[in-house]
């Protein structure tokens, strides 16, 4: 029985030993194959994986405004969860830290009470909770381990506030706390230039964030900086991934951008907006001597709101320019020499017929017209006549001319989707004969704004052909790198004496006694030159009665410092009107707010002779010397003077002695819209101090110096 009993335990000893030794065998052998039979390819996975790279986004640059205001940036934003499942969150833990918590939480965001979050955070543990342990019939259990402790994201700032709340600060394993972290395109200004600013987006292909409008897409390459490369790298404990190539960070682009002009300029252009009922409006603002694009705004009224917001950018897609295009047409005629005398007079008449079709100044023509007054009045007839002078044997040969002007050079301004202009070519037909005359004054042809008022510019900038850009320096880290200068398309498009005589027939247009903006553009304050001009579309894009008006010109007239360009869609009223009228209000505000000339609180200069002097008797002042010090300053023999006015708690301010500048900004700053009349000092306001008003109410000033 015994020897029976030892053979049992031998047999079952010598199986447990053989599959000891089959596992074994199994063990060696499969670590042989591994490593001589497989060496290789064993080994070129491990190469694979500490060899494999991936990219490291490179930090995108910012957009600056001209005084390095930021317009867009980067900004890192955290989003807080807590995991309710980590094993170091006890009940009793949380309940002697949850008070703390809350009082902290309730201090930081007071939309809820410390109670009332002390509810919420045990209310939403113990739904997520029970949801996990006791899932819905059919479904499978799910733990949901990313509860938001905020519904929003939070700047750095707010995130290192909160990280040392109470229970907050204790290990992650012990609190569950974790975050996320988020990178976000931030424009600090909102919708101020926004449609010229851009966008960003993730691109589909890489899932990297690239430009996908205005400035961000074109200059996205400078902005995007260069990727690096992070490798994989084996440690003692495991394999981790290390840069190897740092990535270098995009330019910080310095753009044009003026903050202050941008305001006043979206500021008007929306106002006639709103006021005329137009579909969409766009407004160019330039310095003339550097072509440098101070402000640019594009707006379109949203049907569903009523309210008008950044639309398409109309500054650089095209158009059919209307009658602004003519003063392009007598440049062409003065340079080519069709025209040597302004004052010289044509026979025009009311009708003409040409290439069998009639051409009408109906009903303000005249049976002679100068080559000034075909401008001031805007005649169809003068102008066709002008250049079918010169070109009516060779049609083609008038786009020829504005080509060698550079007028189709592309601009580079950095605004995406630029086009250049479109003029037709033409033959010899009698439809391109017509088709001439209708190029000469403003239809037959698509110009973007931008394009038009480049010429203007060069107009008041004595022929010099100046490029417009949209931005002027690239830096790294605060250190300037390149500094892009002012360029041209061609050094001269026209001859000094003939934008002299181009100014003098785009003065007449506003101030002339049948100038087509005498009405509406004149201005005490700063003396405006432009033209109008009108086109006729219908819903599809074609001819029909709603019309697309322009004006372009620029300010002050006798040393023009800006250029400035408004077309506007479907307004209720006449191009010098609202166009026009859009361009003269932000001239005086920039005067108001000191952006031209000085401003004449204390001193007028005589028009009409301007070497006599006209002293103000009344101005503002803080107190008697502030008056003495003017009084001996100025020369001023006799005068009075207004104490400071009151400040006003609630309501509309008290600005009655200030200047117009100072009232400006006060009343601007407390939410109205200013219009003034007169010179010198505020003397009163259509609003009294500390009436009720609401936000964008109109409040007038009546000003005077003496």
């Known amino acids: 029985m015994k020897q029976n009993n030892k053979r049992h335990i031998l047999a079952r000893y010598a199986i447990v030993v053989g599959i000891m030794l089959v596992f074994s065998i199994t063990i060696v052998w499969n670590l042989f194959k591994t490593t001589a039979v497989h060496a290789g390819e064993w080994n070129a996975k491990a190469n694979s994986v500490l060899t494999s790279t991936s990219p490291i986004e490179p930090e995108r640059g910012k957009l600056l405004a001209d005084n390095g205001t930021v317009l867009a940036a980067n900004l890192q934003y955290y989003v807080l969860r807590i995991d309710w499942f980590t094993e170091g969150i006890k009940l009793d833990t949380l309940m002697k830290d949850i008070g703390p918590l809350c009082d902290s939480l309730a201090a930081f965001d007071n939309a809820m009470t410390a109670t009332q979050w002390k509810q919420k955070i045990l209310s939403d543990r113990k739904n997520i909770l029970d949801a996990a342990e006791h899932p819905a019939p059919g479904k499978k259990a ?42 976000r395109r931030i424009k600090p200004y909102g919708d101020m230039a926004a449609r010229s600013i851009g966008n960003v987006g993730e691109d589909s292909l890489s899932s990297s964030i ?36 740092p990535a270098v960070k995009g330019y910080d682009i310095t753009t044009t951008i003026n903050v202050q002009l941008q305001d006043i300029v979206e500021n008007e252009l929306n106002d006639m907006c709103i006021e005329t009922g137009a579909k969409w409006g766009t407004c160019v603002l330039m310095e003339v001597a550097t072509g440098e694009i101070k402000a640019i705004s594009n707006l379109e009224l949203n049907e569903e709101t009523g309210n008008y917001v950044e639309g398409r950018n109309h500054a650089v897609l095209g158009y059919e320019p209307g009658s602004v295009v003519k003063t392009i047409s007598m440049m062409v005629a003065l340079e080519d020499g069709i025209v040597t ?74 605004i995406a989707g630029e086009t250049p202009p479109n003029y037709p070519k033409l033959g010899n037909k009698n439809w391109d004969k017509l088709s001439l005359t209708r190029q000469a004054y403003g239809y037959a042809t698509t110009i973007p704004p931008l394009y038009t008022l480049a010429m203007y510019n060069a107009i008041a900038n004595d022929g010099k052909f100046v490029r417009p850009h ?21 050094k001269q498009v026209c001859s000094p004496d003939n934008a002299r005589k181009l100014r003098t027939m785009l003065h007449d247009v506003v101030w002339g006694s049948h100038g087509t903006a005498r009405h509406w553009v004149q201005d005490d304050k700063v003396e405006i030159a432009g033209k109008t001009g009108t086109a006729y579309i219908n819903a599809k894009g074609q001819y029909g009665t709603q019309k697309r008006l322009a004006f372009c010109g620029f300010f002050p007239y006798e040393k023009p410092k800006y250029s400035c ?9 006449g191009a010098g009107a ?26 007028t200069v005589d028009k009409n002779n301007k070497d006599v002097k006209n002293y103000a008797t009344l101005f503002a002042s803080m107190n008697d010397h502030t008056a003495n010090v003017i009084n001996q300053g100025l020369g001023l023999e006799s005068s009075h003077h207004y104490a400071r006015p009151s400040k006003v708690d609630k309501g509309v301010p008290e600005v009655i002695g200030l200047n117009i500048r100072e009232a400006i900004r006060v009343l601007e700053d407390a939410g109205l819209t200013v219009s003034f009349t007169g010179s010198g000092m505020v003397t009163s306001q259509s609003l009294a101090a500390g009436s009720a008003f609401t936000r964008g109410q109109r409040i007038y000033l009546k000003l005077r110096n003496s």
């Open 142 to 183: 799910r733990k949901n381990r990313a509860y938001k402790l905020f519904s929003y994201m939070l700047t750095h700032n707010e995130y290192e506030r909160v990280r040392q709340f109470p229970f907050l600060r204790r290990a992650k394993n012990k609190n569950g706390f974790y975050i996320e972290k988020h990178n």
């Open 210 to 245: 690239h430009g996908r409008s205005g400035l961000e897409m074109a200059l996205d390459s400078l902005l995007y900086g260069k990727p690096g490369v992070a490798q994989s790298i084996q440690l003692t404990n495991g394999i981790v991934r290390a840069e190897s190539v």
């Open 341 to 414: 005398d302004i004052n010289a007079p044509i026979q025009t008449g009311s009708d003409w017929m040409y290439a069998g079709r009639n051409i009408s100044d109906r009903p303000h023509g005249a049976a002679t017209r100068t080559p000034r007054e075909i401008i001031e009045t805007s005649s169809n007839i003068g102008m066709a006549k002008l250049i079918v002078k010169d070109y009516g044997q060779n049609p083609g040969g008038f786009r020829q001319r504005l080509e060698q002007m550079g007028f189709f050079d592309p601009f580079n301004s950095g």
């Open 470 to 490: 949209l931005f002027k320096k690239l830096s790294r880290e605060g250190e300037p790198d390149s500094i892009i200068p002012v360029t041209y398309i061609r």
């Open 565 to 573: 360009i408004v077309l506007m869609l479907g307004a209720d009223r």
């Open 578 to 603: 609202c166009s026009g009228m859009v361009l003269k209000n932000i001239a005086r505000k920039m005067y108001a707010r000191g952006l031209l000339e000085a401003a004449p609180d204390y001193v």
